[in-house]
């Protein structure tokens, strides 16, 4: 273990966090995301939901300041409701990074902004239309 940083980040998730640069994406996939077909690089956090490792993530992880929107969600199908979980995403969002936009992408083009990703975590996340995309900003010391 490391002092100041949350145990959720196993050695592994530092490693791919540490290796991205600038304008690279990482997904966090709910438990229904098909992560092992879709991921260059596969890290699980099997136990965990979204909010914990997003929350995690975001304490080392800066999002991309150059791009309108570094955190992007899988959209819901047409006449679905907005997933309640959303709003616990913002909250952890605007809470790391300020006021931040956050966008929506349609399923199928999700699954392909995921295949290009550096990396997907697969989590046991219940909720459905929990996805996330981060892009990861320039760290300034």
């Known amino acids: 273990m490391l002092k100041g940083i949350s145990p959720i980040l ?27 077909s879709n991921a260059k690089r596969l890290i699980r956090c099997d136990g965990l ?17 150059y791009v309108e929107s570094p955190v992007a969600l899988m959209a819901t199908g047409e006449g679905e409701e907005t997933p309640k979980i959303w709003k616990t995403y913002g909250e952890i969002v605007n809470r790391h990074n300020g006021e931040t936009v956050i966008s929506q992408i349609e399923r199928f083009a999700f699954y392909e902004r995921a295949r290009s990703a550096y990396a997907v975590i697969a989590s046991s996340e219940t909720a459905i239309y929990a996805n996330v995309i981060l892009k990861k900003g320039v760290v300034k010391l």
């Open 49 to 65: 939901g979204v909010p914990e490792i997003l929350d995690a993530i975001l304490q080392v992880f800066p999002l991309d300041t």
């Open 10 to 36: 196993s050695p592994e998730l530092l490693k791919i966090l540490c290796e991205m640069g600038h304008g690279d994406e990482i997904v966090i996939g709910d438990g229904n995301f098909p992560a092992a």
